[in-house]
């Protein structure tokens, strides 16, 4: 049973646009959720999290947008850089930050052309 | 930041034979730290949950006597893949968390384990 899904594998997108990533979850108990970024033969970069009892968080260019009744999350990825291009997971737990188990989504590879 | 440093990054053994993978908390105390397996195009899935001074908690599905795990210390868990096998080969990955600071769960950089 995939508690966290990533329904979409791949997503391209122009340099200097906007990138969505889309994750749902099953799990209404989950109260905290994490975006990560990974390279391959690496390990996941923590990129921005956002609490249940938040609808909205922004660090630079990345913004999480939580949608507690759709159990959906999305991250906002504005302007995308070539850099951009990885594998984003999102994640989430329960038991607010001092929980320890985290659930991953499959991942969406996100391309960012010139 | 938090790191988290894993070690080796990659390795390719044997059958029958048994590996160990060192992950260190290099400027943090880490109580817990946490190991996942990720396959190719794959989610990471969290294998066990590996606690200073005692047990390790395994995930349904998880063979404890095959993958050991050990928390000696504040800084350091290892994972031992014992007797393995070519399906044993995969990317596997620790974690911890630092407290304090929005740092999330820090990854180490993953170990590459081949079984030939």
């Known amino acids: 049973d995939q508690q966290v899904k990533q329904n979409s594998p791949s997503l391209s997108v122009q340099e200097g646009r906007i990138s969505i990533l889309n994750c749902d979850y099953t799990?209404?108990?989950?109260?905290?959720f994490l975006w990560y970024k990974k390279y391959p033969a690496e390990g996941p970069t923590f990129l921005i999290s956002?609490?249940?009892?938040?609808d909205k968080n922004e660090d630079g260019r990345f913004t999480v947008f939580l949608n507690k009744s759709a159990k959906h999350l999305s991250l906002h990825i504005v302007p995308s850089q070539p850099g951009d291009s990885a594998v984003y997971f999102c994640?989430?737990?329960?038991?607010?930050?001092?929980?320890?188990?985290?659930?991953f989504g499959q991942g969406t590879r996100l391309t960012i052309n010139p | 930041g938090a790191v988290v440093s894993q070690h080796p990054s990659r390795v390719i053994c044997k059958s029958g034979t048994s590996v160990k993978i060192e992950c260190r908390s290099l400027?943090?105390?880490?109580?817990?730290m946490f190991w996942y397996r990720q396959f190719p195009k794959q989610s990471l899935m969290l294998m066990a949950t590996?606690?200073?001074?005692?047990?390790?908690?395994?995930e349904q599905g998880v063979e404890k006597d095959k993958f050991l795990i050990n928390h000696a210390s504040l800084t350091l868990s290892t994972l031992t893949v014992t007797s393995a096998h070519p399906e044993d080969s995969s990317f596997y990955i620790c974690?911890?968390?630092?407290?304090?600071?929005?740092?999330?769960?820090?990854f180490g950089s993953g170990t590459r384990l081949t079984v030939v």
């Open positions: 590996s606690n200073e001074g005692s047990k390790a908690t395994y």
């Open positions: 799990n209404s108990m989950f109260d905290y």
């Open positions: 956002i609490s249940s009892i938040k």
């Open positions: 974690s911890a968390r630092a407290q304090g600071g929005d740092y999330g769960y820090t």
């Open positions: 994640a989430a737990s329960w038991g607010g930050q001092g929980a320890q188990k985290l659930v």
């Open positions: 400027d943090f105390q880490a109580t817990t």
